[in-house]
């Protein structure tokens, strides 16, 4: 039997909605991240204080798309179409940084806040600015 139209889209765009509960159990995190409270904040700030959209936005920074594969986050690819998981790797804290994505990888650079309210703001700042510059590196 063919495709309908919604099928097909679901195929190639994958879901709008995005399980947070899914997105963490699928992530690898550093060990460095996995043992400071920065990694129980990030997840709590995305599933109770991010919208669906702000969430979206999150996700289209670290992975380049807004949208959850049919398999889940499991299902996520890299630039050459193989399985690469979403990971979180933790970066020293400085001053004024934000978290720095590795879209091709799916990856965020994420500093080890000092609080709660640093990280928070950090993620605000990047769901409500445009991403407009690409670097290669």
Known sequence: ??????????LV???SHIDVADWQASTSVSSAL???????WFWDI?????????????????????RVPLQGFKGL???DG?????SLKAVPYT????PKAHSCFNRIDLPIYPTR??????????????MTEFTLE
């Open 46 to 66: 995305l599933e109770h204080e991010l919208t669906a959209d702000d969430r979206a936005k999150l996700l289209r920074f670290a992975t380049g798309s807004s």
């Open 77 to 79: 690819t890299s630039y």
């Open 82 to 86: 193989k399985l690469c998981p979403f």
């Open 117 to 130: 309210e640093l990280l928070k703001e950090a993620l605000m700042a990047l769901v409500n600015l445009e």
């Open 13 to 15: 765009c994958g879901y």
């Open 95 to 98: 001053r004024g940084v934000f």
């Open 34 to 40: 996995r043992s400071s409270k920065c990694i129980k």
């Open 1 to 10: 039997m063919p495709f309908d139209h919604k099928e097909l889209e679901l």
